[in-house]
């Protein structure tokens, strides 16, 4: 079974449409940075519906020890630079990004790379659930910006 090191929107996405259980059924161990967390507060605190990840004991927050110093001129976020430091500090583990910069740029360092619509693709794979056209239109209605082109090939195959 993989280990996962996750980003800011993949945890908001999944939690929104209903799946964050699915994370540590797909996932040995499931990380994420303490800039993440961070995040996630800062979304609560403005009256957003956010997942609270201390309410999850299979989430590991964790604080990076290194951050790739030519990472900082990138246009991301804390929690994306910080997750992607943890996933080079975690070779084993898979980075979870929906963030296009930071997809390529997380492939470029070596690093292994899903994001929200792969957990779905998994969890359909593992019989978690039998169709994931609803989940897929839920990302999306959720701000998860997905390409007409990406929505059909996902959900032809």
């Known amino acids: ?32 940075a303490q800039a993440v967390a961070d995040e996630l507060e800062e979304g609560r605190n403005r009256g957003y519906h956010v997942p609270n990840p201390n309410d999850y004991d299979w989430l590991e927050i964790l604080e990076p020890k290194n951050m790739p110093s030519q990472w900082l001129s990138a246009n991301l976020g804390a929690g994306e630079l910080q997750a992607m430091a943890l996933a080079l500090e975690y070779p084993d583990h898979i980075v979870i990004l ?7 740029i ?17 969890g359909k794979k593992q019989g ?30």
């Open 1 to 32: 079974m993989p280990k996962a090191v996750s980003n800011t929107s993949p945890i908001l996405y999944l939690y929104r449409i209903g799946i964050i259980d699915w994370l540590p059924q797909l996932f040995e161990e499931v990380k994420t």
């Open 128 to 157: 978690l659930v039998d169709e994931i056209k609803p989940l897929v239109e839920g990302l999306h209605s959720s701000g998860l910006y997905l390409s007409e082109k990406i929505k059909g090939r996902i959900l032809s195959g």
């Open 98 to 104: 929906d963030d296009s910069l930071a997809r390529r």
């Open 106 to 122: 997380a492939k470029a360092a070596g690093l292994e790379v899903w994001g929200s619509l792969k957990i779905l693709l998994e």
